[in-house]
């Protein structure tokens, strides 16, 4: 997308400027229109100056977290329930922001609101700031009138987001270090330590076990065709990272993450956790259904599971209850869909997600809470076993040598 300034005049005649990010000049116009402003001058940005600018600035900005984005919903959800201007309230919000993207998204919301945008539209222009679902609450908020009330939602949710995904890199980080020190241990010994026993064993003509020729031959290896070693993974990783970016590829690596022994089912129910909280949310807030599925389900970070919550959404509108398209996905245990069904009858679908959503929290707390005690005995007997071919394999020719040469 090209960068485009502008020019023009809003209903009351009064000039505005700015700018915006399309893909052409009469999207530009269209937009403006849409806002009511009628734009005088419509130039795009040089695309060297742009894309000497993107570099800079992704080189310098930090990505907007989750815990930068529920302060900033707390807190416009405290100055609007105050009675404090809208602008006003962002303007308050930039003075104390520290992170650089999100201040500038929030000064081109402020034009925005300023030339006439509600504050849905203006804060549905950055995408890569505020997810669709976050613009589609604030516009429900404001079509309502209850815009506090939708910036509270946004904070409880982001807020209990970001707990989750901090449970789940907890409970993983020690695992992920055993498992990176066990790796580099293992390249050390081969390419440092074995090489060193090889010459004393090269020095005494003596049979060598078979673990020991096995280990031999693996660190040989390696130190002869490092180079080649590492060039090979590089190209494996780069391959299959663009691979993974394809659409198919996407299905591929989403599908096959779910099925990881002890991770594969925690990360399952994790994403359809965060699933119905955000449709419970959707739903609540004033969003039709159909809308919530398509919002909700290109929030997710599983194409695989984006993909069948898309089925569902289509059996919706092709006139199936949502208790019957969840069925036929597959992806719901009969006591979820049982909740959903009552929550279909009762008319209180929300209070139903939000249900499911803290069933699945509960399971992934349990199981995130147990994980270690699964893996810690899978570690120990990995480190066991390379403790043992190493034994095998080096200390006992030594042993042998050093008995020879005492007799």
């Known amino acids: 997308m ?32 849409q806002s009511e402003i009628t734009p005088v001058s419509i130039t795009q940005k040089p695309q060297q100056s742009q894309n000497l600018n993107k570099l800079l600035e992704g080189l310098a900005r930090k990505k907007v977290t989750l815990e930068e984005l529920s302060l900033f919903s707390r807190q416009m959800y405290t100055l609007i329930k105050a009675g404090i201007p809208i602008v006003r309230s962002l303007k308050t919000q930039i003075s104390t922001c520290r992170n650089q993207q999100l201040k500038d998204a929030l000064e081109d919301i402020i034009l925005d609101i300023e030339s006439g945008v509600a504050m849905g539209a203006a804060i549905s222009r950055h995408p890569t700031v505020f997810s669709p679902l976050v613009a589609n609450i604030i516009r429900i908020g404001e079509t309502t009138g209850r815009l506090d009330e939708a910036f509270k939602q946004l904070a409880d949710y982001l807020e209990l987001e970001q707990k989750n995904r901090a449970q789940i890199k907890t409970a993983l980080r020690y695992p992920s ?78 599908k096959w993450k779910l099925r990881i022994p002890v991770f594969g089912d925690i ?12 449709l419970s949310l959707a739903t609540a ?16 970070d599983n194409a695989y599971l984006q993909d069948r ?43 139903m997600l939000k249900e499911n959503a803290a069933f699945y929290e509960r399971e992934v707390e349990y199981d995130l809470k147990k994980i270690n005690d699964v893996i810690e005995p899978i570690l120990i007997i990995g480190i066991g076993l390379m403790v043992l071919v190493l034994a095998l394999g080096i200390f006992l020719p030594m042993w042998d040598l050093s008995s020879t040469l005492t007799n």
Not at 3 to 18: D, I, L
Not at 196 to 224: N, R
Not at 285 to 299: C, D, E, F, K, N
Not at 327 to 345: K, W
Request: proline fraction near 3%; avoid cysteine.
């Open 285 to 300: 807030s004033g969003v039709p259904l159909i809308q919530s599925m398509t919002v909700v389900s290109g929030a997710l």
């Open 2 to 33: 090209a960068t485009f300034f502008y020019k023009g005049r809003n209903r009351r005649g009064e000039a505005v400027s700015g700018s915006v990010e399309a893909e052409t000049a009469d999207i530009v116009a269209n937009q403006l229109f």
């Open 309 to 351: 919550m898309l089925s569902i959404r289509t059996g919706i509108e092709n006139g199936e209850s949502l208790t019957r398209a969840a069925t036929l996905s597959g992806l719901f245990p009969p006591l979820v869909l049982q909740m959903i069904a009552v929550g279909e009858e009762t008319g209180r679908l929300d209070d």
């Open 267 to 278: 990360i399952n129910r994790a994403t359809l956790g965060r699933f119905t909280r955000s």
């Open 177 to 254: 270090i055993v498992i990176l020190v066990m790796g580099a241990a293992f390249a050390i010994m081969n390419v440092f330590v074995i090489p060193a026993f090889s010459k004393v064993f090269a020095s005494h003509s003596t049979e060598l076990p078979w673990a020991t020729q096995i280990l031999l031959a693996i660190s040989g290896f390696m130190v002869d065709w490092w180079p080649q070693l590492l060039g090979l993974m590089a190209v494996i990783f780069l391959g299959a990272r663009a691979w993974v970016n394809t659409d198919k590829g996407q299905l591929f690596w989403g």
